[in-house]
């Protein structure tokens, strides 16, 4: 820890040469636009993803990410957006994710994209008023009553992600990365969004034990202890984002893009590529599906399964308090197996052999 903290910095990295790309007259430039209305960048990046994804499921856009959808939200193509701004096709398209099982909370959030686009649109005289107001009428559509599928990994499962993780990399600087992001998601219970914005000077030392400032949702932040695991996996990680022999820049990204072939970009590693990390390595693991925020809900479960208190738990999550952890656990996917338990009553077991299946 100490090679961590306590070595000198180069004066400055190669920068991000991400470019602005202007807008048409007829397009619509929805990143210029959103500084003035959202001021988070986990709010500008989410929105990016939610119009990016309306726009691809209700046209016949191809989807994008990375420099790709930076270019497509400073452009919108307002032939193709125009048609399908409306409440009629936002509805449609809310009801599309519910029976896709997304989550209530990024439903609310594609819901807010789409209405923040829509008043942006009619602000700028592009959109009618009375079109940009009707949509706001327009609710998230109800889905099934009941517990939602998210997963809940055991321990095992999220020991043989975090060895996939390794596996799928192509390049000893990828699978240092991908050590360090997977066990930040796997053991410190982070956000995708918070793993993107972390920087080297986000680590450092607080009472002798090494720990990690976090900045959450909103204006949040808060430090968390960083066990020996996520330590020497950084330790590893560093020399990749060493600059002519010397530590990474305090300001520059922990966590960074790799590519391919095995360099590594001064730019930050984004939540796409979080998210494919994750879906491939659980792909790789047989896990089959598994979300990012699965690592996060398992974390939770696991250690309250252990026997954690509900204190401890809510402080490593960051929730607001302890009543927003209760309900959070109590949304967790339980065992439901009173029908296993009343069969072994009835001894029912021993009779299966005589029943005619075909």
Not at 99 to 121: D, E, F, P, W
Request: hydrophobic share 40%; with cysteine.
């Amino acid at each position: 820890m100490k090679n961590l903290m306590n070595e000198a910095y180069p004066e400055s990295l190669p920068e991000d040469d991400t470019t602005i790309v202007p807008a048409s007259s007829g397009s619509f430039n929805f990143t210029a636009v959103l500084q003035g209305r959202a001021t988070s960048p986990h709010t500008h990046r989410a929105y990016a993803r939610w119009i990016d994804h309306y726009v691809t499921d209700m046209t016949d856009l191809q989807p994008t990410r990375g420099r790709a959808r930076k270019a497509r939200m400073q452009a919108l193509p307002l032939d193709r957006l125009l048609p399908i701004v409306n409440s009629t096709s936002l509805r449609a398209w809310l009801g599309q994710l519910v029976r896709q099982r997304q989550g209530k909370q990024a439903i609310n959030q594609a819901r807010a994209a789409v209405l923040t686009l829509a008043s942006l649109l009619a602000e700028a005289g592009v959109l009618d008023d009375y079109t940009a107001a009707a949509m706001t009428n327009v609710r998230v559509p109800r889905a099934e009553t009941g517990q939602r599928q998210g997963r809940w990994l055991s321990v095992e499962q999220v020991r043989a992600l975090m060895v996939a993780a390794d596996e799928i990399a192509h390049t000893p600087a990828q699978r240092a990365r991908n050590a360090v992001a997977i066990r930040m998601l796997c053991i410190m219970a982070l956000r995708r969004e918070e793993l993107t914005v972390l920087r080297w000077k986000d680590l450092h030392t607080q009472a002798g034990r090494p720990v990690l400032q976090v900045h959450g949702k909103g204006s949040k932040s808060a430090v968390v202890d960083v066990p020996t695991a996520v330590i020497r996996a950084i330790e590893r990680w560093m020399p990749y984002c060493m600059y002519a022999g010397q530590p990474p820049e305090p300001d520059s990204y922990l966590v960074r893009r790799v590519y391919r072939g095995g360099a590594v970009h001064a730019s930050g590693i984004t939540a796409d590529a979080i998210w494919r990390i994750v879906k491939q390595a659980a792909e790789h693991a047989g896990l089959g599906r598994v979300a990012p925020h699965d690592l996060r809900r398992s974390v939770a479960g696991n250690l309250e399964m252990s026997g954690v208190p509900v204190e401890t738990i809510s402080r490593l999550l960051r929730h607001s308090s302890i009543a927003v952890t209760q309900s959070y656990l109590s949304r967790l996917p339980r065992q439901n197996e009173g029908a296993l338990l009343m069969a072994d009553l009835l001894a029912l077991e021993d009779d299966y052999d005589d029943l005619d299946l075909e």
